[in-house]
Structure formats: C-alpha cells, structure tokens
C-alpha cells in the first residue's frame, strides 16, 4: 500500500512528501522492498536530486536489498543526461558484479551519454558489445546512434545505420528521421535532407516543425531564403504550425542575405502576436543591426530585451560590443563590456 502511493507521489514530482511517506513506513517498522526504493530513486532523479537517489541506493545495498535492473537503469540515466558518463559506467559495472543483466534501455541510455560528450566513437562500442551479448537494438538505440553521429557531422555512418535499420526490418520513427534529415541539412546535402521527407510521407509518418526546422535552417545557410518562405507556406497550408525556432530561423537567413527589414518586420509581427521571444530571437535580430551598421536600433532592442524581462546572455553582449569596438565606437563598446562584467557574463 505504502509503496502504491509512494511510486505515485513521486511521478507526480511530490518527492519530498514521498520520502516523509517512507520515514513513516521505516519508524513503524514496515521494510521497504525494491520497489519503494525504486519508485524513490526514480523520484529524485526525475526532480534532480540526483545525490539523493545515491544515498537511496547506498542505503538499500546496505540493507541487503538487492537493486534490480529497473533500479540500475534510472541512475545509468540519470548520470548519462548530467554528462556524467564515468558515474554511469560505474553503476554498468556493479550491475554486472551482482549478476543482473543489462537490457536495451541500459545498452542506450549508456550510448545517450556518450553521445552527449560528443564520444560517439564510444558510443558506438556499447552498440557493438550489446549486439554481442545478445540484446537486440530497437529503434530507440538506432536513433540515439544516427543522432550521435549526426550531431559530430558523421552523416555517412548515420547513413549506414539507416541502411542497416532497413535491413533488419527495424521501421524508422519521426525521431530517427528528424535526426538525419537535420544533419544531411547541416552537411549541405539538402537534395538528399528533402528526399527523405518525401520518404516520410510515404510511409505514413507525417512531417513534423522540427523535421522543417531542419529543412528552413539548411535552405536559410545556403542563401535559399525565398525557398524558405514558400516551403513555409506550404507547411502553415499543411496546417502544421511554425513555432519559436522556426522564426528565428528565417530572421536570421533574411539578415544574412541583408534583408534586415524585412526580418524586423517577422521580429515585430511575433511581438505584436504575443510570441514569448527568446534570448536567442532577440539576439539574432541584434545581430542583424550590428552587421548593418544599425547601432542604435540594436541598442534600443537591446534596452527592450531587458524591460521585457528578457536576461541578455554573452553572445548578445559579445555581437554588440565586438561590433561597435570594429566601428570604433569604443565609449559605447567599453559601457557595455562593463556592464556585461557586472553581470558576470564576460
């Protein structure tokens, strides 16, 4: 009973009462089993508490409750998502040690985090030696690899994984697809990027913003803006809605082809349709006014930014001060510098 609740309290983020809940069942002398570990465990790392999951843990080794593979694969995870990858070998390890054998989720949880540390190479051994021990991967491992592999511009071994997917009859979701379209686009392969789109049609697996994000974002690199634009009004009559990303995407491709009007007007229609701006959006409008040589325009964004309660971040600070210091205007670039160093930013 006391279990039930708890494991419910803690997927509803109520950790804190969860773990009162467990003093309560310990002072009245009720053992937590495996399961009420878990479910707290479980609990602090969906919060963050990623100390006191190991606490937990240790805890319940010490009682001689022995961890089963639901419980190693939370904290495998929870360390791989911090970028923690050596912690989470270590919890691969003992799991080994105590004889409870790695399934799928810890073989691509584990891949998750090399690939975050940009180790893919890595990532790609724990794939092999999984495939090896037995442990079939299924369309999660395979995206988390063609994602790795795409995001270090390893484009031709994410298209060899893609192949081999096909292969072994391991049917491609939205992410797999997303995750290659965006790195054939980052390559300059947007021929290729598109085909692929088209092949998601194909099978019934609908385009999603990000896939034509990706897609806005290759055509907007290579000076293809008016692509841009149309493909965005076919993808608004395919009743898909652009979001945030895709926005910034297109003013930041009508400035570099300097079209800095015409980005600030699709700056200020998202204003006056209540978009919440982003620090990013209003530094790559900045941006746009410093490459013009427009410094007042990107000062008086800049003020607006900070009475709209949107915090400046170094890269805004950095575009505006090197800009003006380029243009020798040093009185304004040095105010600046002082102040992003009063925030901490530089």
């Known amino acids: 009973m006391y279990t039930a609740i708890i494991d419910s309290m803690c997927k509803d983020k109520l950790v804190a009462d969860a773990f009162d809940l467990y003093s309560e069942m310990v002072a009245k002398r009720i053992s937590p089993d495996v399961f009420t570990y878990t479910a707290l465990i479980s609990g602090f790392c969906i919060v963050g508490k990623l100390k006191e999951a190991i606490d937990l843990f240790n805890k319940m080794i010490l009682e001689n409750i022995n961890p089963d593979v639901y419980t190693f694969n939370i904290l495998v995870d929870a360390f791989c998502k911090e970028g923690k990858v050596k912690e989470a070998n270590n919890v691969f390890a003992m799991m080994i040690r105590k004889g409870v054998k790695p399934d799928v989720i810890t073989y691509s949880s584990l891949m998750d985090g090399y690939c975050l540390v940009k180790q893919v190479n890595k990532a790609k051994g724990i794939f092999n030696i999984m495939a090896q021990c037995g442990v079939t991967p299924g369309v999660w491992s395979y995206s988390i690899m063609i994602n790795g592999f795409c995001k270090v511009k390893m484009v031709d071994e994410a298209l060899n994984l893609f192949k081999e997917m096909r292969c072994r009859n ?4 939205v992410v797999t697809y997303n995750s290659l379209i965006d790195g054939l686009g980052k390559s300059g392969r947007i021929s290729h990027a598109l085909k692929l789109v088209d092949e998601m049609h194909d099978r019934g697996l609908p385009p999603d913003i990000v896939t034509y994000n990706s897609i806005f974002d ?3 690199k290579t000076h293809h803006v008016e692509k841009a634009i149309a493909l965005l009004t076919k993808v608004k009559d395919e009743g898909i809605q652009p979001n945030m990303n895709t926005y910034t995407i ?18 200020v229609d998202l204003s006056f349709k209540g978009y919440n701006l982003s620090v990013y959006t209003y530094t790559v409008m900045i941006q746009g006014f410093c490459i013009k040589g427009l410094f ?8 607006k930014m900070k009475d709209n309660g949107c915090i400046p971040n170094a890269k805004t600070y950095e575009i505006i001060i090197r800009c003006l210091f380029d243009r020798d ?3 304004k670039a040095e105010k600046l510098l002082r102040e992003a160093v009063v925030r901490g930013l530089l």
């Open 170 to 173: 391991i049917i491609p979701n």
């Open 329 to 331: 205007e040093n009185d």
């Open 296 to 303: 007042d325009e990107a000062l008086a964004l800049l003020s």
């Open 218 to 220: 290759a055509l907007c």
């Open 250 to 267: 297109l003013i930041h491709g009508l400035c570099k082809v300097g079209r800095v009007e015409d980005a600030r007007n699709v700056f």
